[in-house]
């Protein structure tokens, strides 16, 4: 479970001080399906850094599963996104010139994953992302923009998170790539009841999600639940 | 993360970019290698200098005649020229001196010595039994100066093996023939084994002839050129050396030491003089091949420093999905080490085939000492954490959100 507390955070450049969020809160439960949407330059990639335990807040408290981790440092962040969070970014998703499977396991190597296991556990996170199993030993370089992408939710998945972090998953792809991609963490919520928090600017994108959080200059203007939700069907 | 997992990391990252992996690692590989191959040629000449002075005898104390110096600075002779050592000086050292094992005294001087058509222009040596022992000479046929010779004043001469090539040619048997020096008629009563060419003093190209014969008809007096003695013991030497010098003093009736008409030199004194030259070059060498290891050093940082910069995204991912500072740092510094450890490798390995070459083609034998090799090696290593620190550091502090972001 999420739950942001009056967070603000301040960048400081040179004598400007500039707000990108100004006193948030918002809970989120376990198994939701989020999307966070707002123009460039209203907060939303700095929340997403919060929420990824990428940074720190200014001021508030960011509880996730009950641990207050706004004043953690470095290396404990690190271990918040080892065992509690999956990334999917928009770009640079993978480690070049690297097989699919290894891609997978990287997460693996730093949580110390017995050798045997972490294959066994890239091999389901794929199948669960939707991969086929023909591309496992592909290097990432020869794989689709589509297929970059489920090898990256793959990756999120690997370590077990609380939640999945995708940050603008497909503003890389074509429509209908980006709609297999959505379809697939629809299906991953559904089915596995994962936390899924989505970062994008397009309405379209973020209408596949169960409640939209919409920001703007730093700041929550509405958060809702009853609009029309967009569910990809899937073929297989 | 496991040691395993970072060396496969660290392999597939060298493998990526082949070419400049191959050309960093070469800049260690010449490092090291100049620096083993030149610290062997320096020890392999320290030790051919070393043991051809010790092949002229061991445990050796030298006493030659210093020119003596006029009052009020006229000139000079040269050291050795000058006649202020004779024959009982040597007999009261071997009587007064403790520790002396044996001694003999020697007037050296260069004729043209003549055999039956052929002739050669060689070192005559005028000197005693006891030459054979302190100078670790050995006699192939025939015998040595005896006692008997000298009191006889016989004519007779012992030829060094190079010599009596050059006077009877090969294979021939110079035993019992007669050869001039200076036109008076010496005759052969044997040869002594080679020892091999020593440098200064090559003891296979001389004429041994008795001491008393060489005073009274080749030079007309009783001087002697060098007396050498042989010390009991290593010891011994400087105790030796100085009651030398202070019977000497008093039976030239010199009262201040530094107008002494004669040197007492120790053999060991000798070797140790060459040592400091020898291995001044030997860490001159070392020293030039050393500042191409520290190129090669800065190229392995200036590699990692460009691979740092090139990585950033992979970086930021990596700490995206959990790796720590320490992570990063260990990844970027085993990949240098990795350099520097395979570049020591081969240029351990180079550097040995340099020492063994230049050993086979007989330009001096070299020895590759296992000193030198954990030298160049743990020098390599330290290279490598020196200038992989940095490069590492600076991936580690890089900001997640920054390193993703970069393009």
């Keep these: 479970m999420i739950e942001v507390k009056n967070i603000t955070k301040t960048y400081q450049t040179g004598d400007i001080a500039f707000q990108a969020l100004k006193d948030v809160s918002f809970k989120i439960d376990d198994g939701e399906f989020v999307a966070i949407m707002g123009p460039s330059g209203s907060g939303k990639s700095t929340m997403m850094h919060i929420l990824g335990a990428l940074d720190t807040p200014t001021s508030g408290k960011y509880f996730l599963d009950g641990k207050d981790v706004s004043k953690f440092t470095d290396d404990e962040l690190a271990d918040i996104r080892k065992d509690k969070i999956g990334f999917v970014f928009q770009s640079f998703n993978l480690l070049p010139r690297t097989t699919v499977l290894r891609n997978v396991m990287l997460p693996l190597i730093y949580d110390q994953v017995p050798k045997e296991e972490r294959e066994e556990r890239a091999r389901k996170s794929l199948l669960a992302a939707g991969m086929d199993e023909g591309h496992f030993l592909h290097k990432s370089n020869q794989l689709s923009g589509g297929q970059i992408q489920r090898v990256a939710i793959a990756r999120a998945l690997v370590n077990n998170p609380t939640i999945i972090l995708a940050d603008e998953p497909t503003g890389n792809l074509d429509t209908k790539t980006g709609e297999i991609v959505l379809g697939t963490f629809q299906k991953l919520n559904k089915e596995q009841n994962r936390t899924i928090i989505l970062i994008t600017h397009e309405h379209d994108v973020a209408e596949h999600a169960d409640r939209i959080i919409f920001i703007r200059d730093g700041q929550i203007v509405t958060d809702k639940k009853d609009h029309q939700k967009r569910v990809i069907h899937h073929t297989k | ?407």
């Design chain 2, 1 to 407: 993360m496991h040691i395993f997992d970072i060396l496969e990391e660290t392999y597939s990252a060298l493998m990526a970019n082949k070419v400049r992996t191959f050309l960093t690692v070469l800049g260690i590989v010449i490092g090291i290698a100049s620096v083993i191959a030149m610290i062997s040629i320096g020890q392999g000449a320290q030790s051919s200098i070393t043991s051809s002075i010790e092949s002229t005898g061991s445990n050796l104390i030298m006493i030659t005649p210093g020119a003596q110096r006029s009052i009020g600075g006229g000139v000079n002779t040269g050291r050795g020229a000058a006649k202020t050592l004779k024959s009982t000086d040597a007999e009261a050292i071997k009587t007064s001196v403790a520790g002396v094992q044996a001694i003999t005294s020697e007037l050296s001087s260069r004729y043209q010595v003549a055999a039956k058509g052929t002739n050669t222009n060689t070192t005559v040596d005028g000197t005693d039994a006891g030459y054979t022992a302190v100078r670790n000479i050995e006699i192939d046929t025939g015998t040595f100066i005896t006692d008997q010779n000298l009191k006889n004043l016989s004519k007779v001469a012992v030829l060094g093996p190079t010599t009596a090539v050059d006077l009877f040619g090969d294979g021939a048997d110079p035993i019992g023939q007669i050869i001039k020096i200076n036109s008076i008629q010496f005759k052969v009563i044997g040869v002594t084994k080679a020892k091999g060419g020593s440098g200064f003093n090559n003891q296979d190209d001389k004429v041994y002839i008795p001491l008393s014969t060489a005073q009274k008809f080749l030079a007309g007096d009783e001087y002697v050129s060098q007396i050498s003695v042989q010390a009991a013991s290593t010891d011994q030497m400087t105790q030796i050396q100085s009651d030398i010098t202070d019977l000497l003093l008093e039976r030239h009736k010199i009262a201040d030491p530094t107008a002494a008409d004669f040197t007492v030199m120790n053999q060991n004194d000798i070797v140790a003089a060459l040592s400091t030259v020898t291995s001044t070059l030997t860490i001159l060498l070392a020293a030039v091949a050393g500042i191409s290891l520290i190129v090669g050093g800065i190229g392995i940082m200036n590699m990692m420093l460009t691979t740092v910069t090139e990585r950033t995204r992979e970086i930021g991912l990596r700490k995206a999905i959990g790796a720590k500072r320490k992570d990063i740092t260990l990844q970027f510094l085993i990949e240098a080490v990795a350099l520097t450890f395979v570049g020591g490798l081969v240029g351990v390995a180079l550097g040995w085939g340099i020492a063994y070459v230049v050993s086979y083609l007989n330009i001096i034998q070299t020895s590759v000492s296992l000193s030198s090799v954990l030298l160049a090696f743990g020098v390599s290593a330290a290279i490598g954490i020196i200038f992989g620190y940095y490069p590492a550091s600076r991936a580690s502090k890089l900001n997640p959100i920054d390193a993703l972001r970069y393009e």
